[in-house]
C-alpha cells in the first residue's frame, strides 16, 4: 500500500535532541545543567501577569501582538515596523529562511553552533553550507567569507556562540557584513546577548540600522527566563520584517506569553540583577575549572563548553549524572554546561577535581588564565 511521503528534504532533517533531565539520585538535589535554563523563578510580578492573561485563555490572543510590540518598541529603541515576534528566537530563524531561501539556494553558518541550524534550513529545502569553527570555539570569519557562492542566500551567525561560548567582535561582525552581498539575508542570533561582557563584542540591535540585511534576533528564553512560554523577537528593515510576519504561525504568541514578556520589560532591571550575579557565578566556575587544567573557550553565555570526545566525555558526562547533574555532550566533540545553581556548579567542579583527575589525555587545549 502507498502512503503520502514527505518531501526529501524533510526526510532528510536531522532530529533536534533536547537537553536530558537529571537522574533522580536518593538522598540528594538534581540538577539539569543541560538546556541553558534560567535557574531563577519567575518574578512575583511575572507570575502575576500570567496568572491574568490565563483567565482569559478560552479567547484568541492578539495576532498582532500589539502590546509586547509597543513595550519592545520603548525598551530597544526601535520603531515598531522593524519588529517582529514569534515562538522564540527559533521559530523567527525557521520563518525568515522560508521566506527568503527556495531548494538550491545556499545558507552559511558556523558549525559547530545551535543544533536547529541544520535543521530550520533543511526545513526550507535549502542547502546547508556549514563552516568548522576555529580550535578556540570562534566564528571562522576568513572560512565562512569564503564559503559564500552566488547561490548563497541567507548566513548566520551566533554570538555568543552556542555551544562554545565566545562572541563575534565589532569588527568581525564588520568584515563579515561588509563582504556579504547586499541581497544576502544575514540573521544574528543574540539568544545569550544579556550576558556578554565583551567590550568588544559585537550588538547586533545597534548595527542592524546601517545595514538592511542584517537581523538580529534575541529571546526571552534565556536572561528574561521565560523558556517555558516560548517569545523571542526580531529586529529588522521593514520589508524583512513583513516577510518575517507573513510566514509565522498566526496566534503563535499566546496571550500568556505575551503578558509574561511584557511585564518581564517592565521588570528588566530586577532581571538584568539576575543576570549579573549569573555572570558572577559563570566567571567563578570557570576560573575554578581552568585553574584544573582543563581547556575552556570564552565564556560569554551563561553556559561554559568543555572539549571532549571519547571515553573522557562519556565518563564526565556519566560522572556527572552520578552527582545527579545533567550536562549536554554534543557530537563527540564536547559538553556544553549550564551555569546553574551554586550547589549544582560545585559538583561539576567536583567531578572535574576528582573523579577523572587522573586523565590527561583527550583533555582539549590546556589553559591556566
Partial sequence: MTLPRPRAAVAAIPRYVAGRPPLDREGITSYKLSSNENPYPPLPEVVDAIARAAAECNRYPDMGSAALLDALSIARGVPVDRLAVGTGSSALIYGLLCAFCAPGDEVVYPWRSFEAY????????????????????????????????????????????????????????????????????VLLDEAYAEFVRRPD???????????????????????????????????????????????????????????????????????????????????????????????????EGNFWWLPLSGAVLEEFVDAADGVGVSVRPLGGEGVRISVGEPEANDRVIEVLRGRIEHVSSDRGPRSRD
Fill in 118 to 185: 541544520p535543521i530550520a534550513v533543511a526545513a526550507a529545502g535549502a542547502t546547508a553550507v556549514p563552516v568548522a569553527n576555529l580550535p578556540d570555539g570562534r566564528h571562522d570569519v576568513d572560512g565562512l567569507i569564503d564559503a559564500l557562492s552566488p547561490a548563497t542566500r541567507a548566513v548566520i551567525l551566533c554570538s555568543p556562540n552556542n555551544p562554545t561560548g565566545p562572541v563575534l567582535t565589532q569588527v568581525e561582525l564588520a568584515r563579515l557584513l561588509g563582504a556579504v552581498p547586499p541581497d544576502v539575508l
Fill in 201 to 299: 563584542a559585537a550588538h547586533g540591535i545597534a548595527a542592524q540600522a546601517d545595514h538592511p540585511n542584517l537581523v538580529a534576533l534575541r529571546t526571552f528564553s534565556k536572561a528574561h527566563g521565560l523558556a517555558g512560554l516560548r517569545v523571542g523577537y526580531a529586529v529588522g528593515t521593514p520589508d524583512v520584517v513583513a516577510a518575517a510576519r507573513g510566514v509565522l504561525l498566526p496566534f503563535g504568541v499566546s496571550g500568556v506569553a505575551e503578558a509574561a514578556a511584557v511585564a518581564a520589560l517592565k521588570a528588566e532591571d530586577q532581571l538584568l540583577e539576575q543576570v549579573e550575579a549569573l555572570v558572577a557565578e559563570r566567571e567563578r566556575v570557570v576560573a575554578e575549572v581552568r585553574s584544573l587544567g582543563w581547556g575552556v573557550p570564552e565564556a
